[in-house]
């Protein structure tokens, strides 16, 4: 069965800087797309980044320049790197194989607050 498992979230002041990962087993790391989803109290979830099999990034508009998503097939991991973090970034993050019907861990809080 494949697991994600996520780690790396916490609390941060705004403009910090948190990096999140992603250890997958069970699964086939290399041909997957690999994305971080977030999903806010009351909101719908988000696509925050995304990660191709052969290593193309994409992100919206409202994370560009500030995450960076990488991956690391030898040890089937995948990061998310956040930096200039700001309040409205407060959510649960999620990691995601294969998109939206595809698999998910179980989340980790990232709180931004002084």
């Known amino acids: 069965q494949v697991r994600l498992v996520e780690s790396g979230g916490g609390l941060v002041q705004p403009g910090g800087s948190l990096k999140l990962s992603c250890a997958a087993s069970?699964?086939?790391?290399?041909?997957?797309?690999m994305n971080w989803y977030r999903q806010a109290p009351g909101k719908q979830r988000e696509l925050v980044a995304t990660?191709?099999?052969?290593?193309?990034?994409n992100y919206p508009d409202s994370v560009k320049g500030r995450f960076t998503i990488s991956r690391d097939n030898a040890k089937n991991t995948v990061s998310l790197q956040m930096s200039s973090l700001k309040p409205e970034d407060t959510a649960v993050y999620y990691c995601?194989?294969?998109?939206?019907?595809?698999?998910w861990g179980q989340g980790t809080q990232v709180t931004v607050s002084s």
């Open positions: 069970e699964m086939i790391f290399s041909i997957y797309a």
């Open positions: 990660v191709t099999d052969s290593g193309r990034t």
């Open positions: 995601n194989a294969g998109g939206l019907g595809g698999h």
